[in-house]
């Protein structure tokens, strides 16, 4: 099986505003993908459907 990486993510952070103030929706996330075997994500959606973009 080829090791080869394919992608590499490092401290991504994603926030928005909201009329409370703002939010953090990703915090310090580091992730690595490589050629070959199986990939998949998950999460858990904690944000209301018209918060959504």
């Known amino acids: ?3 080869d990486k ?3 993510i490092r401290d991504l952070s994603i926030s928005f505003q909201t009329s409370a103030g ?5 915090r310090g996330v ?3 993908l490589y ?3 199986k990939r998949w994500l998950s999460w858990e ?3 209301p459907e018209n918060q959504l973009l």
Not at 22 to 26: F, G, L, P, Q, S
Request: aromatic share 0%; no cysteine; proline share 0%.
């Open 30 to 32: 580091n992730l690595d």
């Open 1 to 3: 099986m080829n090791k």
């Open 6 to 8: 394919v992608l590499s």
């Open 45 to 47: 959606n904690r944000v």
């Open 35 to 37: 050629q070959g075997g």
């Open 22 to 26: 703002e939010v953090n929706a990703i």
